[in-house]
């Protein structure tokens, strides 16, 4: 969720802004806007610029990583990968080819996917015919 407030502000030559939002969600400060630029397209001249401030409210993530955390989402993602009764993840444990590295592929008239370890393929017309090559 995020909350907007916009600030306007019309300047001058050597003109200096600041904007400041203080509310019950959240203190900030626009400082040391100047209006020293460069021309730019017509009616914006030496000196005369506007600026428009966006103070937004966003959620902060958090500061210290949970390693137990991070470590447990993983170890399952990779034992959900390495699971399964697929021909390819059966050929890869029983050969000890680690984790998929790709998504399953065609190449050539045969079907594919990269392991840890190799490529294990079968042709598409034979698919129980499957073995590995090293990358």
Not at 63 to 71: F, S
Not at 102 to 115: K, L, P, Q
Request: a positive charge; hydrophobic letters at 35%.
């Amino acid at each position: 969720m995020s909350k907007c407030i916009r600030v306007g502000s019309q300047c001058y030559v050597n003109a200096k802004v600041e904007s400041t939002i203080d509310s019950s969600w959240m203190r900030c400060n626009a400082e040391k806007l100047h209006t020293r630029h460069a021309d730019e397209a017509d009616g914006h001249t030496y000196g005369h610029h506007s600026f428009y401030v966006v103070f937004q409210r966003t959620l902060q993530g958090p500061t210290v990583l949970d390693e137990k955390a991070v470590l447990s989402a993983a170890r399952k993602q990779l034992d959900e990968q390495i699971a399964g009764d697929a021909p390819f993840a059966v050929y890869a444990r029983k050969n000890q080819l680690g984790a998929p590295v790709t998504a399953e592929f065609n190449a050539g008239g045969y079907r594919a996917c990269g392991y840890v370890g190799g490529i294990v393929y079968a042709p598409l017309t034979r698919p129980n015919q499957i073995k590995h090559m090293v990358w």
